[in-house]
């Protein structure tokens, strides 16, 4: 028997021509650049949130940049990420219809509901960051910031492992990140408090 046997003519054609892998790819592509508009916007956020201690007439130029930064991070990235990756979700599941039928794939439907309903808390934190008119402090944002890496492991593992998935090591790993996440953001904060020399 041959090791390396060519294809035949009709086989690869037909792989070509199969728009699977082509929707695929695009979904792919939406997902980060979407998930990199939410990991970066907060960031943002932040970054505002501690211009206003600084000296005027610095503490007004830089959230006016700010503002500039975030309105083009959340109209031109963002959002049409996310639009154009539910679409190309949409797509990929007129293609493949039994995944409707599988309990992996109903789950991860949950968690984009999860993600647009984070999405567009996000939104209002935006107008609200636009209009000057917040309340946020830079330590919950840092914790907000988290949650799209929360929902951003559960939608991959799912992705990935799909019937494999063990869903109670899957809920053990869930909630010992949560943890690394929150001790990690609480070190960071007395870190920072050490060097700014606050007890």
Same mark, same amino acid.
């Given at each position: 028997m041959p090791v390396n046997q060519p294809r035949r003519a009709g086989t690869k054609l037909r792989s070509m021509s199969d728009p699977y892998n082509f929707v695929k790819s695009l979904h792919l592509i @939406? !997902? =980060?650049t979407w998930f990199a508009g939410l990991f970066y916007m907060p960031r943002l956020f932040i970054y505002h949130i501690e211009s206003r201690d600084k000296p005027q007439p610095d503490a007004g130029v830089l959230a006016g940049q700010f503002r500039i930064m975030e309105r083009r991070l959340w109209n031109i990235i963002t959002w049409p990420s996310a639009i154009l990756c539910t679409l190309t979700a949409i797509?990929?599941?007129?293609?493949?219809?039994?995944?409707?039928?599988?309990?992996?794939?109903?789950?991860?439907?949950? @968690? !984009? =509901?999860?993600?647009?309903?984070y999405h567009l808390a996000m939104h209002r934190m935006f107008l609200k960051f636009q209009r000057e008119d917040y309340t946020y402090t830079s330590h919950f944002m840092r914790i907000w910031n988290e949650g799209a890496t929360m929902i951003l492991f559960a939608?991959?593992?799912?992705?990935?492992?799909?019937t494999t998935f063990d869903w109670v090591y899957g809920l053990v790993g869930m909630i010992g990140l949560?943890?690394?996440?929150?001790?990690?953001?609480?070190?960071?904060?007395?870190?920072?408090?050490?060097?700014?020399?606050?007890?």
């Open positions: @939406f !997902v =980060v797509w990929l599941l007129v293609l493949m219809p039994e995944w409707l039928q599988q309990a992996w794939m109903l789950i991860k439907i949950g @968690f !984009v =509901v999860l993600l647009w309903v939608v991959v593992f799912l992705a990935i492992l799909k949560a943890a690394l996440i929150m001790i990690g953001i609480r070190v960071y904060k007395r870190v920072r408090e050490r060097e700014e020399g606050r007890p």
